[in-house]
């Protein structure tokens, strides 16, 4: 954030010290704040020279003068956690952004991951007196133009906050034990601008939940025809080597809460004879017990002609595409 910026801000966040507050109590489990209707219980209008706030066609609207303003939500001892709202800024807008706050302290400390209308993201840790760059203003192509609809997310677990647009990780920062507060909502303009809020759910990560991993299925694409006969391996979670036996293979199960990072990697052989040439692909799935749902991953392998070449020859004897599923309940 440039020092303009940062003075702004702070000038801003003296002259208005709060802006709109939601009142609710962590007790575990999934909230989700639907702007769906008004008044919304526990829910304080802001309106004043620096910002107002409105609900309008189910969305919570956050209409800010140079400044920056936000609603958030009490908990109460929840230091890992999943928060996630859809955002869209106005178009053809000045320079806006908006996101997601969090570990906000009765002192008025917080941290706060941005989207701008011009596709950057950032995250700033704000002291009190001063803003702090964490990771500075980064482009990302997950990111849409203001005007359209953006998701965002922000898990803190296991030491780590992962910041995340419309599904894509785009920031990984350390998050110390320890540091949790109020999480909320954040609107900033340069200028005047507008944010439209569609929900914010939050998520407790210390509730377990069951997942399963099993591969969908193996399809041979090019082949140039020297062999058909390959042998399929899998290494789940930095375990030995097992053979696949097929489609529908289940590789993994278990229990786990927060966020669980699963790496798999697969060889493919030509031939039974594991000395040959052989081919590598790996990809890390990314489990988050606050999200139930099943999702998919392709692992794709090359595997070349001549086993001196690695997976770099130009000429590929066989290239395999592996569809993985995670499936959390």
């Keep these: 954030m440039t020092t303009h910026r940062s003075r702004l801000l702070y000038a801003s966040l003296l002259a208005s010290v709060l802006a709109c507050s939601f ?82 302290k009765e002192a008025g400390t917080f941290s706060v991951f941005l989207v701008t209308g011009d596709g950057s993201c950032g995250l ?7 803003y702090r760059s964490v990771s500075g203003w980064q482009k990302d192509r997950a990111i849409l133009p203001a005007g359209e609809w953006n998701t965002l997310a922000v898990t803190a677990s296991d030491g780590t906050a992962r910041c995340s647009v419309n599904g894509r990780e ?14 909320g909502l954040a609107a900033e303009a340069w200028g005047n601008g ?34 058909e006969d390959f042998s399929h391996y899998m290494s789940i979670d930095g375990g030995p080597e ?14 786990f809460s927060g966020v669980r990072v699963v790496p798999v990697k697969i060889r493919t052989a030509g031939g039974v004879d594991t000395n ?8 890390q799935l990314v489990l988050y017990s606050c999200e139930p749902q099943s999702q998919e991953q392709t692992v794709r392998v090359r595997v070349c002609g001549d086993p001196t070449a690695g997976s770099d020859c130009g000429n590929a004897w066989a290239d395999w595409e592996y569809v ?4 959390v309940d």
């Design 194 to 227: 507008r944010a439209s809020f569609d929900y914010l759910r939050l998520c407790d990560l210390g509730e377990a939940h069951p997942y399963r991993i099993s591969i969908v299925s193996m399809h041979l694409g090019a082949n140039t025809g020297i062999g």
């Design 23 to 104: 009142i609710f109590v962590g007790s575990g489990s999934s909230i989700k704040v639907e702007f769906g209707s008004a008044p919304l219980v526990g829910f304080e209008p802001l309106a004043n020279a620096i910002a107002t706030s409105s609900i309008s066609d189910g969305n919570y609207i956050l209409e800010v003068r140079s400044s920056i303003a936000w609603g958030r939500l009490h908990l109460e001892d929840v230091e890992e956690f999943q928060a996630a709202t859809r955002v869209q800024l106005l178009a053809g807008g000045p320079a806006q952004a908006a996101g997601i706050l969090f570990d906000y």
């Design 242 to 255: 097992s053979l696949i036996a097929g489609d529908g293979m289940a590789l993994m199960s278990g229990q």
């Design 170 to 183: 785009v920031l990984a920062v350390p998050h110390p034990g320890g540091t949790g507060g109020d999480v």
């Design 324 to 327: 993985l599923r995670v499936v």
């Design 276 to 283: 040959t040439s052989a081919g590598y692909g790996s990809v």
């Design 124 to 130: 700033w840790d704000f002291d009190g007196t001063a």
